[in-house]
């Protein structure tokens, strides 16, 4: 029986393969999972390296809650959603005092090696800014070509949303960094000293 | 002249005096630049960016949307509907005037600043600290030359002159804690330190690379994560934009975003570029949050309406243009600059800081290179020139430079006086007496002059055919004056391939007019020749020079000079020689002059790299059995045709501290022989590498007719 979406999937994996090459030279440590017990192992391995206490977690979709709070063992994780309401000082200073960040990304970028954030908090972009380990989530189908291609995309969204709820996006590649000390290349400045991306190359849909 | 303005030339040449004589910094600097260029040169070859295609797009959507007068209103009409406040400041002192008055009413004390030049250009923290207001810079390059109370010296590197050993005693200094000169340790303290800033400041102020109209949304670009920071963690997000910064839609913001960082520091993205409409709730409180956008005029509008100066507009502000430019390169930023450094920086200054500012425009030698590799092609040579010219007019033309002007009178009166002419010149007593009435460095070799001109030698040569085309050979000065038998070569060539050669009686190219400020005299140049040219245009002629800057002037700035159809179809039929010839090239037989066991080293010429980039020349080499060896750092080799004949500072000093970076090249490839289209970039690297230098066309003893076709 033919596949409607074959050709789909071939250009697909042209831009799974050149995303990965484009977040390797970036310094981003990527990693593909194909199902929720992998997302969580592979969460757990990362926050046990680097000896995480305190996680904070933004924007990723309700279905995936269970398998970052079972990776965190032991660390406290915070969900950004739940801390609304609270005072803001209070919710900076677990945002800050956080070791991790973990976040959703909207889209990928193949070419540029870029993921897209798209928040409407900004305690939401603090959880992907102020933690030095921030571990950006994403779905494998969401892998755009190009920013050629993405750029028009934040256009749209910008301008289908409210003026009371527009939405803050920024493209991330890789971890922060500066060439200001004799145009050396250093990491990690204000943001991020790492990036993970954890690709899910799953269905999302559904159950299970 | 007013003693202030002398002071102004006076205050140029001490500086230049102690970027000459700080060697190690200037080296240092250099190297820097080197870097930078190396960065973006990797970045267009491993991405296969054709630079070129994207020069003409993005000047097409810059120029459109600073001419469009709309787009300001509907940018900030957005912005409102959105949420956000918005506030056209026609002047740097209106729009710190706003920022002082915000401060007051939130009660801040403490601004967090991203990178923002603009925000330098109307001098933001020290307006704020007399009203007892800090504003602390949080971009690490910023921060250093704030703590050190410099200007930037670059415009994406602005501490780009400062050691490691530099940085830590500036940062040791602002942490109270003395630290070693370590990458990390450095790092770790400034993040420590900023990061308590970050949360407890009362305004985070921004610059934005990109105004987007239809959303009212800004797009900033950053790479260490401050910026993030800044707009997220204080209450209020100020932003300062320059009214030239707005373009119409998202796509056209796509073209600036994907040529930005990849001319600027070879990135194919900055690590966060942020679109930013409002500013959004913090931990789902939206109390006391505001968002500001300042658009800055301070001079843009006179710019825009400016038929000379609009172009400097269309900056992005990549830098790129000081990362090629020779003697920013040599003297940096602080001496190349005022608060907007290098090339780009010389309009920008004389228009919204003051002519008398702009002092530093004559630091140009007229290479042309900040245009060649501007990602959006700005004619910034053109503009240097009228900054160059309006100087002038008020201060006076350099005795040396009215010399120089009038090359072509003086290589008349030279060539008929020959060979007496070329004696008093070879005198020691001449060139001191040279020396000190007019201005001309004894150190410099001259070239000498022929009796006999050019035409004269052609004469038995017959007009050719013109069996396969016509062609005007325009030899400018050298190929008719110091060396005709280097027009004859050429005609001989052109002759045999079946052209029919006239060689008209044609005034100069005149480019010394636009490297000494006489734009006036260029045009006028450039009008005599475009109408002695315009009869053989008509009639189907090529126009076909061995000088590289006569093809640069018909190409680049004749069309400027004198606009129209005549000089777009001039433009359209110049050819540097061997461009001209390069298809024929197979039907040549090239015999070479010296052996060919050893490569030939070869410079292109900065006039040519626009043109020809020097290919068909080496085809030309390769085709005598030469092989070739370009030895290039990626910019000028100095001389800049008549600059580095000038005494002193501001001439040979200069020019030979540019050469120094090539000629080490030079020594290095092991080279004897070397060959470059340009008669002055051949005494340049002789005089400089004490190597033999000729033209291509001496590299060839002989060139064969073409076989008859059958």
């Known amino acids: 029986m033919l596949n409607p979406t074959r050709v789909q999937d071939e250009s697909s994996a042209q831009d799974l393969s050149r995303f990965l090459a484009s977040l390797r030279d970036l310094h981003v440590e990527a990693h593909v999972v194909k199902s929720e017990s992998e997302t969580t192992e592979t969460i757990r391995t990362i926050l046990t390296k680097v000896g995480c206490k305190s996680v904070v977690v933004a924007g990723i979709p309700p279905k995936l809650r269970g398998a970052v709070s079972a990776a965190a063992s032991g660390a406290a994780v915070s969900f950004v959603e739940d801390l609304q309401g609270r005072p803001q000082a209070e919710v900076v200073a677990i945002l800050d005092g956080a070791d991790v960040g973990i976040t959703w990304a909207a889209k990928g970028v193949a070419r540029e090696g870029a993921m897209l954030e798209v928040v409407y908090d900004d305690a939401s972009k603090l959880a992907s800014s102020l933690p030095l380990v921030h571990i950006a989530l994403l779905e494998s189908s969401s892998i755009l070509p190009g920013l050629v291609e993405a750029l028009p995309l934040v256009g749209k969204m910008i301008k289908d949303s409210p003026p009371e709820r527009k939405p803050l996006i920024t493209f991330i590649s890789g971890p922060s960094k500066t060439g200001d000390i004799e145009m050396r290349l250093l990491y990690g400045v204000h943001g991020p000293h790492s990036v993970h991306a954890i690709i899910l190359d799953m269905d999302l849909t559904g159950d299970t | ?710």
């Open chain 2, 1 to 710: 002249m007013t003693s202030k303005n002398n002071n102004n030339r006076q205050s140029l040449l001490t500086k230049l005096r102690r970027s000459l004589n700080d060697r190690e910094s200037s080296d240092k600097f250099w190297n820097a630049m080197a870097k930078a260029r190396g960065n973006r040169t990797a970045l267009l070859e491993k991405e296969h960016i054709d630079m070129h295609a994207i020069k003409d797009s993005n000047k097409a959507l810059k120029t459109a949307s600073v001419a469009d007068r709309s787009l300001v209103e509907q940018f900030a009409n957005n912005v409102r509907e959105n949420g956000g406040q918005v506030f056209l400041a026609k002047t740097g002192e209106e729009a710190m005037r706003y920022v002082v008055e915000l401060s007051n009413r939130v009660g801040a004390k403490l601004i967090v600043k991203a990178k923002s030049l603009t925000s330098d250009e109307i001098e933001f923290t020290k307006e704020l600290e007399k009203v007892g207001i800090r504003a602390v810079e949080t971009d690490l390059g910023e921060l250093v030359i704030q703590v050190a109370g410099e200007t930037p010296v670059h415009l994406v590197m602005p501490a780009a002159h400062k050691s490691l050993k530099e940085i830590t005693q500036l940062i040791s200094g602002l942490v109270g804690k003395e630290l070693r000169a370590e990458d990390q340790e450095i790092l770790g303290a400034v993040r420590a330190y900023l990061r308590n800033l970050f949360l407890t400041a009362d305004i985070g102020m921004s610059g934005a690379n990109i105004g987007v109209a239809e959303t009212g949304s800004i797009v900033i670009e950053t790479n260490e994560g401050n910026g993030r920071l800044v707009t997220s963690l204080p209450k209020i997000h100020l932003v300062i934009i320059g009214m030239e910064k707005i373009v119409p839609t998202w796509s056209d913001a796509a073209y600036l975003v994907k040529g930005h960082s990849a001319s600027a520091t070879g990135q194919n993205m900055t690590v966060y570029v942020s679109a930013i409409t409002k500013h959004v709730p913090l931990a789902g409180s939206a109390e006391g949050r505001e968002f500001h956008v300042i658009i800055l005029d301070n001079g843009r509008s006179k710019m825009r309406d400016d038929p000379w100066f609009s172009d400097a507009l269309n900056c992005i502000r990549c830098g790129a243009c000081m990362n090629v430019c020779p003697t920013y390169g040599i003297a940096g930023g602080h001496t190349f600059g005022y608060i907007y450094p290098g090339p780009i920086g010389i309009p920008w200054t004389a228009e919204v800081h003051g002519l008398d500012k702009a002092t530093f425009a004559h630091l140009c030698i007229s290479c042309g290179l900040c245009k060649e590799i501007c990602p959006v092609d700005i004619d910034i040579p053109m503009m240097i020139a009228k900054v160059k010219e309006e100087e002038i007019a008020e201060n006076g033309q350099l005795v040396v430079n009215d010399f120089f002007m009038a090359s072509e009178t003086l290589a008349k009166m030279a060539s008929s006086t020959a060979p007496l002419s070329n004696w008093f010149l070879r005198r020691s007593a001449t060139r001191a007496l040279m020396e000190s009435l007019v201005g001309v460095d004894r150190r410099r070799t001259l070239p000498a002059f022929s009796r006999r001109r050019l035409r004269p030698r052609l004469s038995s040569l017959g007009t050719g055919s013109g069996a396969t085309g016509k062609v005007v050979f325009f030899p400018d000065i050298y190929a008719d004056y110091n060396e005709p038998q280097l027009g004859v070569r050429a005609v001989k060539i052109l002759l045999s391939l079946g052209y029919r050669v006239e060689v008209p009686d044609l005034r100069w190219s005149g480019m010394p007019y636009i490297s000494y400020g006489n734009v006036a005299k260029a045009t006028e140049v450039a009008r005599e020749n475009l109408d002695s040219l315009e009869k053989y245009l008509d009639e189907g002629y090529a126009v076909v020079s061995t000088e590289p800057t006569a093809v640069y002037m018909l190409r680049e700035v004749y069309p400027k000079l004198v606009p129209g159809d005549l000089a777009n179809k001039a433009r359209e039929r110049s050819f540097p020689f061997f461009g001209f010839i390069h298809e024929r090239l197979p039907e040549l037989e090239l015999k070479p002059s010296f052996p060919t066991a050893e490569p030939i080293g070869f410079h292109i010429p900065c006039h040519d790299r626009s043109v020809s980039h020097g290919t068909p020349a080496i085809s030309f080499l390769r085709g005598a059995g030469y092989r070739v060896q370009v030895v290039e750092n990626g910019t000028c080799c100095g001389m800049a045709g008549t600059f580095g004949m000038k005494h002193g500072d501001l001439g040979y000093n200069l020019s030979m501290a540019v050469g120094d970076h090539l000629f080490r090249l030079f020594r290095e490839s092991g080279r004897k022989l070397v060959a470059t289209e340009s008669s002055v970039c051949s005494t340049q690297i002789s005089d400089g590498a004490g190597l033999k230098v000729i033209h291509p066309l001496y590299a060839v003893e002989e060139v064969a007719k073409p076989a008859s076709k059958a």
